[in-house]
């Protein structure tokens, strides 16, 4: 049985989530420059997974399962999830896949109600509705043209991410953070893997720089490419962390809510790092996404009844 909602402290913990999350995908450019999005994961995972283990002795961390069948579950639709999302990407352009993958709040609220039998009420429903306007304000208005049988693929993918976020209170409410972190970190390593090994069997031509990073093999890597894969592994290991707290923490409908706030994150360390600035169009999305995770923090603080709405 799932534990109270803690929904101010979810909040909290995506706002973490979010920034550290946000910095770190920024370099992801520097990355896919000269390496490939399998042997990204693969490495990240196997530098994540090290940290991980490396920490449990001193931290006492518990990286025994208590449902292995729940965990794996969970991570295999997680994984299956960023796949289908990071496969989008070599065909699509990135701001319709984010807008696809952004549909997961949508996908939360339905689920919850209907598979779960959960109250959702109309200032939830309210909020994503004004969250996920502000996400395509700020992708702008190719995010949601191209209409195609492919560009359901990232839909597709915030289908599974939505379902991903529900199993972390429903089906792994027992478990630690940490054995869910080791799921994931697993999966997509094991997904990196098979993805490099079907490039060396049946190679495919591959675009100079960021553009061949979906369908680049395996390449000597060189010190760029660690360092910046060892940021991205210690720095989503406790992001990724504390997302999954967070979900531990409330009801998936309301964390999801919150999780728009990695695009205005990610918007502001690209400033910060590379002097990208924002359309007014983009500056106002993002104003209406605050508003959204705004209208779910300040309910949670009112009497029981309204905190379902």
């Known amino acids: 049985m799932a534990s109270p909602d803690r929904t101010l402290a979810a909040a909290g913990a995506i706002l973490i989530y979010a920034m550290v999350i946000g910095y770190t995908d920024n370099y992801v450019r520097v990355i896919a420059a000269e390496g490939g999005l399998w042997q990204f994961h693969a490495s990240r995972s196997a530098m994540a997974l090290a940290l991980l283990w490396l920490l449990a002795g001193p931290l006492g961390l518990r990286l025994r399962p208590a449902n292995p069948r729940a965990v794996l579950a969970r991570s295999a639709i997680h994984g299956l999830a960023m796949l289908i999302y990071f496969g989008a990407l070599a065909f699509l352009p990135v701001a319709q896949v ?68 529900i199993a972390t209170r ?22 990196g893997l098979i993805g490099l090994s079907v490039l060396a069997v049946v190679p495919v031509a591959v675009p100079e720089g960021a553009a061949g990073f979906v369908q680049r093999g395996f390449v000597w890597p060189s010190a760029t490419f ?20 967070a979900y531990q923490m409330a009801a998936a409908s309301r964390v999801s809510v919150f999780e728009y706030i990695i695009l205005p994150a990610s918007a502001f360390w690209g400033w910060l790092i590379w002097g990208e600035l924002l359309t007014l169009q983009a500056s106002l999305g993002m104003v209406l996404i605050a508003l959204a995770g705004g209208m779910i923090a300040l309910r949670s603080r009112q009497s029981p009844t309204a905190a379902r709405q």
Do not use: D, K
């Open 98 to 165: 984010a807008a696809g993958l952004f549909t997961a709040p949508i996908f939360v609220l339905l689920i919850s109600r209907f598979a779960y039998g959960h109250t959702i009420g109309p200032v939830r429903v309210a909020a994503v509705a004004v969250g996920f306007l502000g996400v395509v304000m700020v992708l702008g208005p190719e995010a949601i043209s191209g209409a195609s049988a492919a560009a359901l693929l990232p839909v597709l993918a915030g289908l599974m991410y939505a379902m991903g976020n």
């Open 226 to 245: 660690l360092f910046w894969t060892f940021v991205q592994a210690a720095g989503s290991l406790f992001g990724v962390g504390m997302m999954i707290r």
């Open 170 to 191: 429903e089906w792994c409410a027992g478990e630690s953070a940490e054995v869910l972190l080791a799921g994931f970190f697993a999966t997509l390593g094991v997904l």
